[in-house]
């Protein structure tokens, strides 16, 4: 019994950090950009939900409109903070991004104050099911299986679509895509859009979890998610879901497994075993080098 | 002689502070091969990939006409995109061919602009028999083929935009000499089948074989221009490139 709720809430953390890495790990693996400010869409998706909620939409349609604005969101940050300098130096892109991440959580602070905010879903998203001899919530199902099916989605999407071959051809070399007459700034922000997607419906699923949202909120899971990513091979869809699944496993294995007193050093536990994957497998699970790349 | 179909009228490019291109003019009409040979730094590539518009030209202009009954139209600064959809396809310098993707997927991605799903699978057809090879290989990945046969995706890649001008770029550069010669045999038969083609060569001796006229390339201007086998013949030439002593 207690190894199956290990196992789920393995599941739940992974999930979460699945679909947030993959939103760094199409970005990177197009613009080579660590876009700091993936983050913060968790949050401006958490906050999107407690409004639609509060409009009393209901959940199924809440669903859709979190998918959809954090959609629109990621064509937004693409357009103003990262298309004019399409051209500029990497390092450029990363500033860009760190200065909208401060932006949007300082707006977010303006907007709702730093105070945490309730986040309640309706009831039935808390009434249990039994699994495995196990109670779960009926959110945390969502979570699992949610995850799953958007996951394989995206990759029948970047492996059965033209759309999806061009993001891929795009993200090993954008020149010759172009020469294919790709436009690869419509890539890019198509990447963006299901990247930023990805990641406010993460941020509804997070609220419902711990119960309470705030500006700053997305700035933890987004730092992990991009680890999640790393470790995965930064640039491998499905890497970065195994690098999530790994990485939401190892913390909830930590805490479940070390004495208590030792469970507050779970983070450096988690991050120890990750730079020690990292030892063996410079590029990530999937990943590959640079050299093969070219 | 036969309708012009790229004409490149004093063409000048700089990339930083470097003049690269000096005043470069030449044309291409329908039917023919044309090689352009140089060496190393000439401005060769560069020259390719100005026509695909990589490169901002300072002066000069480059026009494209696809048919006699289509309008000419300035192709200088519009989008690489664009260039591809009127007619033009370049098969890039070392093949580069997305190594992740599957054989299948590198052809297919050739044909992404084209909406014409019958055509796009009679020139599939076409690819397969010009290449019976990438057929049997097509689950693949590109990255797992060898040189020679990466050279034969490039070039099938570059073919299923279904191009009037194909411009190609060292396409013999590293291959064995076996894999030339079927490289370049490969080019007659697509330029039999209607293809025009503009072809950058280092391997100059092989390039004037199969060119109707060519053009020499010299730190970034065109040094001469005859025939094929005018410039073979021609002793400089002889001394320069084909190595005559």
């Not at chain 1, 939409?57 to 969101?73: D, E, K, N």
């Not at chain 2, 006699?68 to 519009?78: G, M, Q």
């Amino acid at each position: 019994m207690y190894v199956t709720e290990i196992f789920i809430n393995g599941l739940i953390q992974g999930s979460l950090y699945a679909l947030i890495a993959i939103g760094f790990t199409m970005i990177y693996g197009i613009l080579r950009l660590i876009n700091f400010a993936h983050g913060d869409v968790i949050m401006i998706g958490a906050f999107i939900n407690i409004g639609l909620l509060k409009m009393s939409v209901p959940w199924p349609i809440a669903i859709a409109c979190v998918l959809v604005l954090g959609a629109f969101i990621g064509f937004v940050i693409d357009k103003v903070a990262f298309y004019p300098m399409r051209d500029a130096p990497q390092v450029t892109g990363f500033i860009a991004s760190l200065a909208l991440s401060l932006l949007i959580q300082n707006l977010g602070i303006l907007l709702f104050t730093a105070q945490p905010k309730n986040f309640s879903l309706p009831d039935f998203f808390r009434e249990n099911i039994i699994v495995g001899g196990v109670k779960v919530t009926f959110l945390s199902i969502i979570i699992i299986f949610s995850s799953i099916i958007l996951l394989a989605l995206l990759l029948l999407f970047v492996h059965k679509t033209k759309m999806g071959v061009a993001m891929r051809a795009t993200a090993e070399n954008m020149r010759v895509a172009r020469l294919m007459g790709i436009k690869v700034n419509t890539v890019i922000m198509v990447a963006f859009m299901i990247g930023s997607a990805l990641a406010a419906y993460a941020g509804m699923l997070w609220g419902g979890r711990y119960g309470q949202v705030d500006p700053l909120m997305g700035f933890l899971p987004g730092l992990k998610a991009f680890v999640a990513a790393v470790i995965g091979g930064v640039g491998s869809i499905a890497g970065a879901a195994i690098g999530g699944y790994l990485l939401g496993f190892s913390e909830i294995l930590f805490v479940g497994l070390l004495p208590g007193r030792m469970s507050g050093y779970r983070d450096a536990f988690v991050f120890g075993l990750l730079i020690l994957i990292l030892l063996f497998m410079p590029n990530g699970i999937l990943g590959k080098s640079e050299e093969q790349r070219a | 002689m036969s309708q012009l179909i790229l004409d490149v009228a004093h063409v000048d490019v700089s990339i930083g502070k470097t003049h690269i291109l000096k005043n470069i003019s030449f044309s291409v009409h329908k039917g023919e091969v044309v090689a352009l040979i140089g060496a190393n730094g000439a401005g060769k590539t560069t020259t390719l990939e100005t026509i695909m518009s990589y490169n901002k030209v300072q002066k000069g202009s480059i026009t494209y006409q696809k048919d006699e009954s289509d309008t000419k139209i300035d192709i200088t600064h519009i989008p690489t995109e664009k260039v591809v959809s009127h007619g033009i396809s370049l098969c890039p310098e070392g093949r580069q061919v997305f190594a992740s993707l599957s054989v299948a997927e590198n052809i297919r991605i050739g044909s992404y602009l084209r909406r014409n799903r019958s055509e796009v699978e009679e020139d599939l057809e076409y690819v397969h028999h010009l290449f019976p090879i990438l057929h049997e290989r097509q689950h693949q990945k590109a990255g797992s083929l060898s040189g020679g046969e990466q050279m034969m995706l490039a070039v099938a890649r570059a073919l299923m935009s279904r191009p009037t001008l194909l411009l190609l770029d060292e396409p013999s550069l590293g291959l064995a000499p076996l894999f030339v010669e079927r490289i370049f045999s490969m080019l007659e038969q697509i330029h039999k089948d209607g293809t025009s083609i503009l072809l950058v060569e280092q391997n100059a001796a092989k390039a004037l074989d199969i060119a109707d006229r060519a053009y020499v390339l010299e730190i970034g201007r065109i040094a001469m221009s005859g025939s094929g086998t005018q410039l073979k013949n021609n002793s400089e030439v002889q001394k320069a490139y084909l190595g005559v002593v």
